[in-house]
């Protein structure tokens, strides 16, 4: 198990960060429980594989879409 919730989410990042679909990840809550996110674009092609779990935290996949970064 690692160190805290916070190294399992850069552990996780590290591994999934740059495949495709991947659009970014989280640390999160699921049924009351602290746990890690894995957002995918919801049009990306193919398969993507990722961890059920990362550093004894589950990892929970949602499709969001593309996310893109707000211009100030």
Do not use: F, N
């Not at 495949?19 to 999160?28: D, L, M």
């Amino acid at each position: 198990m690692a160190a805290s919730i916070e190294d399992a989410h850069r552990q996780l990042s590290r591994k999934v960060m740059g495949r495709p679909g991947v659009v970014g990840t989280a640390i999160g809550v699921a049924a009351g429980k602290p746990c890690l996110k894995v957002y995918l674009a919801s049009g990306g092609g193919g398969e993507v594989r990722i961890p059920r779990s990362c550093g004894g935290y589950r990892v929970v996949v949602e499709k969001t879409g593309t996310i893109r970064r707000l211009s100030s």
